[in-house]
């Protein structure tokens, strides 16, 4: 009987390196339906971690998908198919050859070769050798490598590093395509735009540890308090009636952002002290701005601002 994974189990994963511990008992699930996205600084541990959970390598803690280990799986190309490292070509085989070797290995035919190809938009460049494509053409060789077994999961480390817009936006249609059929999706990335406008719920590692696990909704609201913006044709009047009504309020050019309130709160107030608005609504922050909050000062090899 073929593995179906269902909801990704990852309990206490956890790997040394000497006496730096890289992953200190990582635990979560990756729900199916759902993509899920694993964020962090640079050298917080998420590499690590997606090779932790498929067995790349060894440490302590499990990841149980549909309730086995990752090696006990019968046909693991099958139930999982993950992307690690786009790099993990030959460059002297075309892409074709390389999606055929490793076919042979996950069990499927020369035809579904032919359609993964297709599906990452590489059918008319299959003859062309790894070691000529450029990094996003790369990635969606990794795809397509990741796809061969009509995979129950998919896990990608990066994969939209090197597409240019069309590519990522198509990589996000495919993904939550993918979700919407029922299957889990665990994707890590460093564009936080993009992750906002993909993911359904948010792991975030930091040093190592697990930081925040939440529905993309609740993470925005719980980590962040929304304000709200309005503008008026006159600023100052609406300053002066926000601050005498108790408000907190931040200048940011023409807009004000009143904290502590709704959107109702601040309406009333103009329309009491007879204030004419321009612009009254809700300013969440964004996926960038919770994520900096939370982990700001833990990226292993940030910079320093030039004075």
């Known amino acids: 009987m073929q593995d179906v994974p269902t909801t990704v189990e990852v309990r206490g994963l956890t790997k040394r390196y000497g006496d730096k511990t890289a992953v ?182 930091a040093k190592g540890r697990i930081v925040a696990d939440d529905p993309m909704d609740t993470f925005l609201t719980r980590h962040t308090a929304a304000s709200v913006r309005v503008c008026a044709a006159h600023r100052d009047p609406l300053l002066h009636a926000l601050q005498r009504a108790g408000y907190t309020v931040e200048v940011s050019g023409d807009a004000l952002y009143v904290a502590g309130t709704d959107s109702a709160g601040v309406g009333q107030t103009a329309f009491d002290a007879g204030i004419a608005l321009t612009e009254l609504g809700i300013e969440q922050a964004s996926l960038e701005d919770v994520f900096l909050e939370l982990t700001g000062g833990q990226d292993e090899y940030a910079g320093r601002q030039v004075a």
């Open 24 to 205: 200190d008992a990582a635990s979560f699930d990756i729900v199916p339906g759902v993509v899920t996205g694993l964020l962090g600084p640079n050298g917080a541990g998420k590499s690590t971690l997606m090779q932790l959970m498929v067995g790349l390598t060894d440490g302590e803690g499990q990841t149980l998908f549909g309730g086995r280990p990752y090696r006990q799986l019968e046909s693991p190309g099958r139930a999982v198919g993950a992307l690690l490292d786009a790099n993990c070509t030959h460059p002297k085989r075309s892409a074709r050859n390389h999606l055929r070797m490793l076919a042979a290995g996950v069990g499927v035919s020369r035809a579904r070769v032919e359609e993964v190809l297709a599906i990452v938009g590489l059918d008319t460049v299959g003859d062309k050798k790894a070691g000529e494509f450029s990094l996003g053409m790369r990635q969606r060789l990794g795809l397509a490598s990741a796809l061969l077994g009509d995979p129950h999961m998919l896990m990608l480390d990066e994969p939209a590093n090197g597409l240019d817009p069309q590519g990522v936006a198509w990589l996000r249609q495919f993904l939550r395509s993918f979700a919407a059929s029922g299957r889990p999706v665990l994707v890590s990335s460093h564009l936080l735009a993009e992750m906002q406008m993909l993911v359904d719920h948010v792991v975030v590692i």
